[in-house]
């Protein structure tokens, strides 16, 4: 373990009883103290189908647990683990989740798995052993053509330090279909490691070119350099380079569980240091004054609700120029590709992929350009006016800390999970590629009638390039602008009213606790100055206990 996790681990009975003594709400510890057993952060393992991923993977754990011969439209991703005693379970999308024999995970691979799961595998060997903080996922190849595959990938963005870009030697430079999923990663700032696997097949100085190409590529999409470049062979066991480049990762990983885990339960503790300030009566109140102030305290929080109120309103009302901005962006990247979605439906190609891709693209360009633009000024207005009453943790529910002191993003997944809506909404109201398809056998039948001879081939072309534009350009791209839309509106609201709807009960929360530490104020002082010495002594040194796990928590 981390020495954070350490010293979370120790502190956290202290706490726990400090809690229970102030009568504070207590739940929370216990999923601190599970993040902080079980940190994990996610590194996947991408690649063109076939790129040799699972043949990797099984030579760095010295064993064939993962299938080498899997379907495309059957494989799952599958997450690795150290573990002991080992234990392998299929993990399903509604939470639950059904125990493996190790025999059963090389034929949920090959065979047909419920759509969305995935494989949790925690696995007794020495390399995962040294990456203790790390789960190394096989993911399906990013051109296999399931649809399922993408939203599987795209559901680890948040979750991952960094992705492992696996490109076979004989391929020679990136597949198409991950020059897309770079783009992707390029606009969450992902790091990537380039893995040029089967170098056995080429020679070292071919491999060499191939990895300096790799890098040329990686860069031109990404705007920076991959983490390392490493070349490997899983058919000879050459996985030393793999091994380096991981251990260098599981280096990173504690910065993460500081930000993800450490600081978020300091949040949690400054209520406490708060409550236990007024018991202290630093303020010399006396029981009139008590009072006075808790209807000081009641009326700040109410005139804070109705300053929430009337941003929350302003929010609201910038939405749909929002959206439209966004939608723009979508309309954008498809417009983008429109030669080259024509040219290749021309060829009787499906090009739903693609335009998948682009929605996707141009969803996250969109909500990052636009409305992490609006949620960051909201949270920086509330943060102006709240009261000092109150210690609330500015936050997108779910994100990360948008509070003035910190430079930290918006949650990425909400990105991804109007990007999925909208994806879903089109794939039963929209489905591209069965649109496609008959408008291109119609066209071929007609033309087929129309142009029989031979000589007005030239034209036939013309005419069969254009209606296929026409219809992308007409019909398509509005079907699919509207979808988007209709999406992008019902969630973008939902966020915005759930953010403050977090905000209001928090401060609801705090409220009570302020004036519970008042009342509690009240009846110390009541017992008389002997007795209420001798309890603010016991409150000046829990006090100090809580400040001063607040202080090493925050030492960098």
């Given at each position: 373990?981390?020495?954070?996790?350490?010293?979370?681990?120790?502190?956290l009975?202290?706490?726990?009883?400090?809690?229970?003594?102030?009568?504070?709400?207590?739940?929370?510890?216990?999923?601190?103290?599970?993040?902080?057993?079980?940190?994990?952060?996610?590194?996947?393992?991408?690649?063109?189908f076939?790129?040799g991923?699972?043949?990797?993977?099984?030579?760095?754990?010295?064993?064939?647990?993962?299938?080498?011969?899997v379907?495309?439209?059957?494989?799952?991703?599958a997450?690795?683990?150290?573990?002991?005693?080992?234990?392998?379970?299929?993990?399903?999308?509604?939470?639950?989740?059904?125990?493996?024999?190790?025999?059963?995970?090389?034929?949920?691979?090959?065979?047909?798995?419920?759509?969305?799961?995935?494989?949790?595998?925690?696995?007794?060997?020495?390399?995962?052993?040294?990456?203790?903080?790390?789960?190394?996922?096989?993911?399906?190849?990013?051109?296999?053509?399931?649809?399922?595959?993408?939203r599987?990938?795209?559901?680890?963005?948040?979750r991952?330090?960094a992705?492992?870009?696996?490109?076979?030697?004989?391929?020679?430079?990136?597949?198409?279909?991950?020059?897309?999923?770079?783009?992707?990663?390029?606009?969450?700032?992902?790091?990537?490691?380039?893995?040029?696997?089967?170098?056995?097949?080429?020679?070292?100085?071919?491999?060499?070119?191939?990895?300096?190409?790799?890098?040329?590529?990686?860069?031109?999409?990404?705007?920076?350099?991959?983490?390392?470049?490493?070349?490997?062979?899983?058919?000879?066991?050459?996985?030393?380079?793999?091994?380096?480049?991981?251990?260098?990762?599981?280096?990173?990983?504690?910065?993460?569980?500081?930000?993800?885990?450490?600081?978020?339960?300091?949040?949690?503790?400054?209520?406490?240091?708060?409550?236990?300030?007024?018991?202290?009566?630093?303020?010399?109140?006396?029981r009139?004054?008590?009072?006075?102030?808790?209807?000081?305290?009641?009326?700040?929080?109410?005139?804070?609700?109705?300053?929430?109120?009337?941003?929350?309103?302003?929010?609201?009302?910038s939405?749909?120029?929002?959206?439209?901005?966004?939608?723009?962006?979508?309309?954008?990247?498809?417009?983008?590709?429109?030669?080259?979605?024509?040219?290749?439906?021309?060829?009787?190609?499906?090009?739903?992929?693609?335009?998948?891709?682009?929605?996707?693209?141009?969803?996250?360009?969109?909500?990052?350009?636009?409305?992490?633009?609006?949620?960051?000024?909201?949270?920086?207005?509330?943060?102006?006016?709240?009261?000092?009453?109150?210690?609330?943790?500015?936050?997108?529910?779910?994100?990360?800390?948008?509070?003035?002191?910190?430079?930290?993003?918006?949650d990425?997944?909400?990105?991804?999970?109007?990007?999925?809506?909208?994806?879903?909404?089109?794939?039963?109201?929209?489905p591209?590629?069965k649109?496609?398809?008959?408008?291109?056998?119609?066209?071929?039948?007609?033309?087929?009638?129309?142009?029989?001879?031979?000589?007005?081939?030239?034209?036939?072309?013309?005419?069969?390039?254009?209606?296929?534009?026409?219809?992308?350009?007409?019909?398509?791209?509005?079907?699919?602008?509207?979808?988007?839309?209709t999406?992008l509106?019902?969630?973008?609201?939902?966020?915005?009213?759930?953010?403050?709807?977090?905000?209001?009960?928090?401060?609801?929360?705090?409220?009570?606790?302020?004036?519970?530490?008042?009342?509690k104020?009240?009846?110390?002082?009541?017992?008389?100055?002997?007795?209420?010495?001798?309890?603010?002594?016991?409150?000046?040194?829990?006090r100090?206990?809580?400040?001063?796990?607040?202080?090493?928590?925050?030492?960098?």
């Amino acid at each position: 373990m981390f020495s954070p996790q350490i010293h979370l681990l120790e502190v956290l009975p202290a706490i726990r009883q400090l809690f229970q003594t102030y009568q504070q709400p207590q739940e929370w510890l216990a999923g601190v103290e599970q993040q902080t057993r079980h940190f994990l952060v996610r590194v996947p393992f991408v690649g063109a189908f076939s790129s040799g991923k699972s043949s990797l993977l099984n030579a760095l754990m010295g064993e064939s647990l993962l299938s080498t011969n899997v379907d495309p439209q059957t494989s799952i991703p599958a997450e690795l683990a150290y573990g002991k005693p080992e234990r392998f379970t299929l993990c399903l999308p509604d939470d639950t989740v059904r125990p493996l024999a190790r025999s059963q995970v090389l034929e949920l691979q090959a065979g047909q798995a419920p759509a969305g799961a995935w494989l949790d595998l925690h696995v007794e060997c020495d390399t995962l052993a040294r990456l203790p903080h790390l789960k190394l996922v096989d993911m399906p190849g990013w051109d296999s053509g399931n649809g399922q595959h993408g939203r599987a990938i795209d559901d680890y963005v948040e979750r991952s330090l960094a992705y492992c870009i696996v490109v076979s030697a004989e391929e020679g430079g990136l597949h198409a279909s991950i020059r897309a999923a770079l783009a992707e990663l390029q606009l969450h700032d992902m790091p990537v490691i380039a893995v040029i696997s089967k170098a056995d097949k080429k020679s070292p100085d071919d491999v060499q070119e191939v990895a300096r190409q790799v890098a040329r590529e990686i860069e031109g999409i990404s705007g920076r350099a991959p983490l390392r470049v490493v070349t490997v062979s899983a058919r000879t066991h050459m996985v030393r380079e793999l091994d380096d480049a991981l251990q260098e990762l599981e280096a990173l990983a504690e910065p993460l569980f500081l930000h993800s885990v450490t600081r978020p339960f300091v949040a949690r503790l400054r209520p406490l240091v708060q409550y236990l300030d007024v018991l202290l009566n630093r303020e010399d109140l006396d029981r009139e004054k008590i009072v006075l102030e808790k209807m000081r305290v009641a009326e700040e929080i109410k005139l804070f609700e109705t300053r929430l109120g009337q941003e929350t309103a302003q929010l609201d009302a910038s939405l749909p120029a929002v959206l439209e901005a966004i939608l723009l962006h979508v309309r954008n990247r498809l417009h983008e590709q429109l030669e080259a979605w024509t040219v290749a439906a021309l060829g009787g190609r499906d090009v739903s992929a693609q335009i998948d891709q682009a929605i996707r693209l141009g969803m996250t360009s969109g909500i990052q350009a636009e409305f992490d633009v609006v949620m960051r000024r909201y949270f920086d207005r509330v943060g102006d006016f709240t009261p000092a009453v109150l210690n609330i943790d500015l936050r997108i529910p779910g994100g990360a800390s948008v509070a003035k002191d910190s430079d930290a993003g918006i949650d990425r997944a909400m990105i991804h999970m109007v990007a999925d809506q909208a994806i879903d909404l089109l794939a039963s109201r929209f489905p591209v590629a069965k649109v496609l398809k008959p408008l291109l056998l119609g066209l071929i039948d007609i033309l087929q009638r129309i142009f029989a001879n031979r000589g007005k081939a030239e034209v036939a072309q013309a005419q069969r390039h254009e209606e296929i534009r026409m219809h992308l350009l007409n019909q398509v791209f509005p079907q699919i602008q509207q979808a988007a839309r209709t999406a992008l509106q019902t969630t973008l609201q939902a966020h915005v009213q759930q953010a403050k709807a977090g905000i209001v009960a928090a401060a609801e929360q705090q409220l009570a606790q302020r004036q519970a530490a008042l009342a509690k104020l009240d009846a110390d002082l009541a017992q008389g100055d002997t007795a209420f010495q001798q309890k603010r002594r016991q409150y000046e040194i829990d006090r100090h206990a809580v400040q001063s796990i607040i202080d090493a928590c925050e030492q960098p």
